[in-house]
T-cell receptor, first 117, second 112 residues
Framework: KAGVTQTPRYLIKTRGQQVTLSCSPI?????VSWYQQTPGQGLQFLFE???????NKGNFPGRFSGRQFSNSRSEMNVSTLELGDSALYLC????????????????FGNGTRLTVT | LAKTTQPISMDSYEGQEVNITCSHN???????ITWYQQFPSQGPRFIIQ???TKVTNEVASLFIPADRKSSTLSLPRVSLSDTAVYYC?????????????FGRGTSLIVHP
């Protein structure tokens, strides 16, 4: 079974631009969640989608948004990029909805490394 | 918001048992405790998950006390390939919201 696929692997953007990251979950997984990983803040939860609906959201500004399609694929968008948005963005899929509550382990992709200059 | 805390780093030798503890005072009532392993340039990988007491699988054990305010990941007989960063993940309830929260990670180095 294919794992979680994230594209692109690397991105370089300029301050003020916007960016869209893509995530294809494991076949059959309907939950997709997104995380930001930085040396300073560690791994932080952004949001979770299940059946095309946002189920939970972390403490990030509204510049961070996402969506999920009917085939469970998900995209994350960051508008008006800031230098501090430079990070590794990880996507994870799982069978059940509710990160941590459902009992369904997360399966992570290898991330998209975003650099904002 | 309450923190989920774990040691920054640990050193061990091949063949030894390693125990990594995570403190999570504000864990949500219905939440599982999950541990992940991460290698450089890869996403985290699931190791083990539990709700209470003790859970064991083919690679690790997880000990959870009755109050669930901490958990201990136990890796028996580590090898060089276990050198990685280990994260605990719990849900933290705060002000009516529920946020899945990772610890800052424990960098484990296994020496020959």
């Amino acid at each position: 079974k294919a794992g979680v696929t994230q594209t692109p692997r690397y991105l370089i953007k300029t301050r003020g631009q916007q960016v869209t990251l893509s995530c294809s979950p494991i076949s059959g997984h309907r939950s997709v969640s997104w995380y930001q990983q930085t040396p300073g803040q560690g791994l932080q939860f952004l949001f979770e989608y299940f059946s095309e609906t946002q189920r939970n959201k972390g403490n990030f500004p509204g510049r961070f948004s996402g969506r999920q399609f009917s085939n469970s694929r998900s995209e994350m968008n960051v508008s008006t990029l800031e230098l501090g948005d430079s990070a590794l963005y990880l996507c994870a899929s799982s069978l059940g909805s509710g990160v941590g509550i459902s009992g369904s382990p997360l399966h992570f992709g290898n991330g998209t490394r975003l650099t904002v200059t | 918001l309450a923190k989920t805390t774990q040691p920054i780093s640990m050193d061990s030798y091949e063949g030894q048992e390693v125990n990594i503890t995570c403190s999570h005072n504000n864990i949500a009532t219905n939440d599982y405790i999950t541990w992940y392993q991460q290698f450089p340039s890869q996403g985290p990988r699931f190791i083990i998950q539990g709700y209470k007491t003790k859970v064991t699988n083919e690679v690790a054990s997880l000990f959870i006390p009755a109050d669930r305010k901490s958990s201990t990941l136990s890796l028996p007989r580590v090898s060089l390939s276990d050198t990685a960063v280990y994260y605990c993940l719990v849900g933290v309830s705060s002000g009516g919201s529920y946020i899945p929260t990772f610890g800052r990670g424990t960098s484990l180095i296994v020496h020959p």
